[in-house]
T-cell receptor, first 112, second 116 residues
Framework: GESVGLHLPTLSVQEGDNSIINCAYS??????FIWYKQESGKGPQFIID?????DKRQGQRVTVLLNKTVKHLSLQIAATQPGDSAVYFC???????????FGSGTRLQVQP | GAVVSQHPSWVICKSGTSVKIECRSL??????MFWYRQFPKQSLMLMAT?????????EQGVEKDKFLINHASLTLSTLTVTSAHPEDSSFYIC????????????FGPGTRLTVL
């Protein structure tokens, strides 16, 4: 079965620093990847996505990098702010299966 | 972006009772909705895929007779937890995708169920 894992369960950064959250996956049939942010007691909030035909995508203060060779996904947050404090999940969709498989999550703590 | 709502946002019930949770796509039609369950400090686990006008598809280990799913319209899916027990206490989250498009899933705010 598919497994999606994260390297660091908790990441603590100083306000203004850049944050990098990593995710590893095992199924090479995965072709769509999404990063979600979840604040306490709320549903996941879409941050950014990337399809398997790309290796980088940028949004506002966020960048997602995809390395299909080593099955690795990362989320970079520039100039991290206290409001970025949350749990971040990577999720992936396998070809032909519309449901998402979620990683275990990384808690980002931003120190003022 | 697309908005998905859930009702209620939280519910407390006695053991043995049934609880219904609604998931609505407010500004788009969703032929497919998904139900997830999340225990404290854990990730989201898919319970079932809800298809408008047909039976839901349940993940392995999820009892279809305990977690009844109805997707009666393109904007509404319901999850009924029947004969709830304390171990069913969890955060239930639904998501929906835009009809006819391969697009990201939009999540509802979740429903906190506590079974006494």
């Amino acid at each position: 079965g598919e497994s999606v894992g994260l390297h660091l369960p908790t990441l603590s950064v100083q306000e203004g620093d850049n944050s990098i959250i990593n995710c590893a996956y095992s199924n090479s049939a995965s072709d769509y990847f999404i990063w979600y942010k979840q604040e306490s007691g709320k549903g996941p909030q879409f941050i950014i996505d990337i399809r398997s035909n790309m290796d980088k995508r940028q949004g506002q203060r966020v960048t997602v990098l995809l390395n299909k060779t080593v099955k690795h996904l990362s989320l970079q947050i520039a100039a991290t702010q206290p409001g970025d404090s949350a749990v971040y999940f990577c999720a992936l969709e396998e070809t032909g299966r519309r449901a998402l498989t979620f990683g275990s999550g990384t808690r980002l703590q931003v120190q003022p | 972006g697309a908005v998905v709502s859930q009702h209620p946002s939280w519910v407390i019930c006695k053991s043995g009772t049934s609880v219904k949770i609604e998931c609505r796509s407010l500004d788009f039609q969703a032929t497919t909705m998904f139900w997830y369950r999340q225990f404290p400090k854990q990730s989201l686990m898919l319970m079932a895929t809800s298809n408008e006008g047909s039976k839901a598809t349940y993940e392995q280990g999820v009892e279809k007779d305990k977690f009844l799913i109805n997707h009666a319209s393109l904007t509404l899916s319901t999850l009924t937890v029947t004969s709830a027990h304390p171990e069913d206490s969890s955060f239930y989250i639904c998501s929906a995708r835009l009809a006819g498009l391969r697009d990201t899933q939009y999540f509802g705010p979740g429903t906190r169920l506590t079974v006494l």
